[in-house]
């Protein structure tokens, strides 16, 4: 089970820091992402860490995120800086059994409920 939490609404260049606790999956065993999606929008990834620490991000969102994993809290971070309106979203969880970061929601079997980040501008 995934739970997301640190969500709210924010004013635009302000920052947000998401968390994503697990229990039943040990987050240092499994691919974490992050994914948002936005009101008639696909579901898009916005970053992922891999079991071996590798981390990815869009190209058009390198810069401002920052994932990070905290095994010893069995949780999965996302650091939100510099929020644009167009980042107004819900953001997702998920994790998959595999050593690489995929950038498909289709390839992840475990996901939480979401938070939702509201940027104003």
């Known amino acids: 089970q995934l739970v997301e939490s640190g969500g709210g609404l924010v004013q635009a260049g302000g920052s947000l820091r998401l968390s994503c606790a697990a229990s039943r999956l040990t987050v240092s065993s499994y691919t974490m992402s992050w994914f948002r999606q936005a009101p008639g929008k696909e579901r898009e990834f916005v970053a992922g860490i891999s079991w071996s620490g590798g981390v990815v991000y869009p190209y058009s969102l390198e810069g401002r995120l920052t994932i990070s994993r905290d095994n010893a809290e069995n949780t999965v971070d996302l650091q939100m800086n510099s929020l644009k309106p167009e980042d107004t979203a819900v953001y997702y969880c998920?994790?998959?059994?595999?050593?690489?970061?995929?950038?498909?929601?289709?390839?992840?079997?475990?996901w939480g409920q979401g938070t939702q980040v509201t940027v104003s501008s």
């Open positions: 998920a994790a998959r059994a595999d050593n690489y970061v995929a950038r498909s929601p289709n390839e992840y079997s475990y």
